[in-house]
């Protein structure tokens, strides 16, 4: 077609699902990293903030969000962080020397803030250990301090500090990226196999519901392979970490991806070694950090989003959900002005272009993911990625040029369709096609499209977007949606039997 439309035509099937939506995939992340808890989340002085200093507008734009989880303190901050610095009167705290990012840390914000923050927010919390400089003593008295019961020495203390009761923090990473030359306190696979095993046997002697995350790295790796191996019958998930992005249009929204390459190599590695050693089950993945990054690399990482980036945060979402089976969380790194859908500044704070597909995503998607097929014009990967990582991608396509995924509720009564257009010129005409059910009625469909006139920007480096409904005629089992070039949709519709 050259008429300046072309059609892609995708098949929805209702009852074939891909595994139940763990809403865990609606993640975040943040990390004691720039702006992004002093001056982000948490910023006492501030006539925007309430008496816990937490300031309001953030908490308000986080909770359109609808997020489940919340990793905390980090990132490649943990692996030199001692928690008992950050518990108790704030005039007491210590400030230190941060090594990964080259800052000094307060301590104002710490454990109880961090939790009452999850609590404000209604997100599970999810924290990951210090294996960098931090010891098995130090992460069981963490874990004290928060989960126990009884009258202990740790548990005591944060009845002291204002909490009677257990906090009942269920997850618990075991370290950061403890693989890299950037991590401070750098581990060998096998060093860390065998430090992670002894941590988290450990550890669920203490507290038998922790829910243990192994750090894995992309997925394809010889250390996601020995870390799987040594810890497969020891942890519940195992995590993966993937950043992409580039200057090149179609390299920044195909590299996501490589966290489906990611999944695919861990869930094939993980259910190798749960059937080699007989283990109960094989662990979920946790895409614990993923985000377009890669302009900035300073102490701050205060990436200005572009909204092609928003249409890769997109394709994120809807390669989590395609493989709801195999995810069972996945973080956005980060919230607030790190490499952050949310930016502000002493006067306010305002969504950056990724923000609205993850709150699109977020608010739209149903328990069961179910099977798509899509048939349409495919393009090639360029051949020679130039995103900060260099992987190859040109093995992974051809690609669509309409990216798809669809959940639906138990009774199949409902179904939501997230679409991603990666033409940039031209719109596309999507026929959606329904087996053995038929569209009953169209309740909500909106495009998410760049928004070119920079007066209408929030602020003069933040991009704006649009957010328009659009028109969905459907008729039995199919629907037609015309998508705006370089676009996100996301359609609501009920079904009926036909
Ligand atoms: O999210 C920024 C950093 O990226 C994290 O601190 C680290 O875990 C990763 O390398
Ligand atoms: O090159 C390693 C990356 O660089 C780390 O993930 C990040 O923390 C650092 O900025």
């Keep these: 077609m050259d008429n300046g439309r072309s059609g892609t035509r995708i098949t929805l099937a209702p009852w074939r699902t891909s595994g139940a939506v763990d809403r865990g995939i609606f993640g975040g992340f943040v990390e004691h990293l720039g702006r992004c808890i002093y001056g982000g989340i948490f910023d006492e002085g501030s006539s925007l903030s309430n008496d816990n200093g937490y300031r309001l507008d953030v908490l308000s734009l986080l909770k359109e969000l609808r997020l489940s989880v919340l990793r905390w303190p980090g990132g490649n901050f943990v692996s030199n962080y001692h928690w008992t610095d950050g518990i108790g009167p704030a005039a007491n705290r210590p400030s230190r020397v941060e090594l990964a990012w080259g800052a000094l840390e307060s301590n104002r914000f710490g454990t109880d803030e961090f939790l009452a923050f999850c609590a404000e927010l209604g997100v599970t919390p999810y924290i990951c250990l210090n294996m960098g400089t931090g010891d098995l003593a130090e992460a069981l008295a963490w874990v004290e301090y928060c989960n126990a019961t009884v009258h202990s020495y740790w548990a005591d203390r944060r009845r002291a500090n204002g909490h009677e009761g257990p906090y009942g923090v269920p997850y618990w990473g075991l370290g950061n990226e403890m693989y890299g030359d950037w991590q ?63 200057k090149d249009y179609w390299e920044n929204l195909v590299s996501p991806y490589q966290a489906e390459r990611g999944i695919a190599c861990a869930s094939a590695l993980l259910g190798r070694a749960a059937y080699l050693q007989r283990a109960k089950r094989a662990p979920k993945v946790a895409f614990d950090e993923w985000n377009v990054w890669y302009r900035t690399d300073d102490g701050s990482l205060e990436e200005r989003y572009s909204f092609t980036d928003a249409l890769a945060v997109a394709t994120y979402l809807n390669i989590f959900i395609r493989h709801s089976h195999q995810v069972s969380m996945a973080n956005l790194a980060q919230m607030v002005n790190a490499i952050a859908p949310i930016v502000t500044t002493p006067h306010e704070a305002v969504p950056q272009p990724i923000y609205y597909p993850f709150m699109l995503h977020s608010v739209s998607h149903l328990d069961h993911a179910i099977d798509v097929s899509i048939e349409g014009e495919q393009f090639d990967a360029p051949a020679e990625p130039a995103g900060r990582w260099g992987h190859r991608l040109s093995d992974l396509g051809p690609f669509p040029f309409v990216d798809a995924a669809a959940t639906t509720d138990s009774a199949r009564g409902r179904i939501t369709v997230t679409l991603v257009n990666r033409r940039p010129d031209r719109s596309e005409d999507v026929e959606l096609r329904l087996t053995d059910l038929a569209f009953s009625d169209v309740n909500r469909a909106r495009a998410l499209t760049e928004e070119t006139d920079h007066s209408k920007w929030p602020m003069p480096d933040v991009a704006g977007v649009r957010l328009e409904d659009c028109d969905v005629p459907a008729k039995g089992s199919v629907a037609h949606v015309q998508l705006p070039p370089k676009s996100f949709a996301v359609i609501e519709a009920s079904m009926a039997s036909d």
């Excluded at 038998?208 to 992309?218: D, F, I, T």
């Excluded at 394809?220 to 992409?244: E, F, K, N, P, Q």
């Design 184 to 246: 401070v306190g750098q581990l060998s696979a096998q060093e860390y196999v065998s430090t992670a095993a002894r941590w988290a046997k450990a550890i669920r002697r203490l507290d038998p519901k922790a829910r243990l995350v192994s750090c894995g790295l992309n997925g394809w790796s010889d250390w996601d392979r020995a870390v799987i191996d040594g810890l497969v019958d020891l942890v519940d998930l195992h995590s993966l970490h993937v950043y992409t992005g580039s």
